[in-house]
């Protein structure tokens, strides 16, 4: 292993049984991200990137290898609250207003609500919700409740944040204004991202490196670094060096 901090995948395996066959969802998956780094993971569906990130976020286990958030197990660091993470569907609470949602992870670990406040308002006025404190998510866009959710995702100060597909449900135009919006979020929390996405353009414009997989099975077979400098700005979209690597991670994602 290189560093223990950050998220560590050793010699990662990983098959599933059904219906009379075996299928190898990972095989010998290695990926260390250090410490507040942003990684993407891209791969066709059904590559095994969102079993890899389950697995670093200890919804499943691997028959072999080794996985390790900033140096520990990652249900250790799970119930620690040193993991956040957002999914392509909000699964925010309906009855629950966007403060009461954005509060959940702080009462699974055990902290008092009204203690932490302070940290919740925070969290909201750094997704840019503030005015909407009381608002119920039926009242609120699609947009405005991913943005509940990264804050749901970071309000327990987690040194580790994973996404998989969290702005997949988003139209184009507004998928671009949230990548802006993720990238400031996450350059002022400082922690280690791992995205999955199927978006090349997406994972460009976010990630340090893009860990390009390959199915059947799953292996990664190429991690190619983004050489673009913080902050990115949308107009990053239309660079023409933007594009060449677009085309670049194509070619590999395909070949």
Known sequence: MNNPDGISLSGVYKTFEGRGKTVEALHDVTLNCPPASFTAVIGPSGCGKSTALRIALGLETADKGEVLINGEAPIIAAKSGKTGVA???SAL???????????????????????????????????GLK????????????GMRQRVAIARALVT?????????PFGALDQILRRQMNVELQRVWQETESTALLVTH????????????????????????????????????????????HALTDRIASVLHG
């Open 87 to 89: 999914f392509q569907d």
């Open 93 to 127: 609470l309906p009855w629950r207003s966007v403060r009461r949602n954005i509060e959940v992870p702080l009462e699974v670990i055990g902290l008092n609500r009204k203690a932490h406040a302070s940290q919740v308002q925070a969290m909201i006025e750094l997704v």
């Open 131 to 142: 005015g909407f404190e009381n608002s119920l998510p039926g009242e609120l866009s699609g």
């Open 157 to 165: 100060e987690p040194t580790v944040l994973f996404m998989d597909e």
């Open 199 to 242: 978006g090349i353009d997406e994972a460009i414009f976010l990630a340090d490196r893009v860990a390009v997989m390959h199915g059947n099975p799953g292996r990664i077979v190429e991690i190619i670094d983004v050489p673009f400098a913080r902050p990115r700005h949308p107009d990053l979209f239309s660079d023409p060096a933007f």
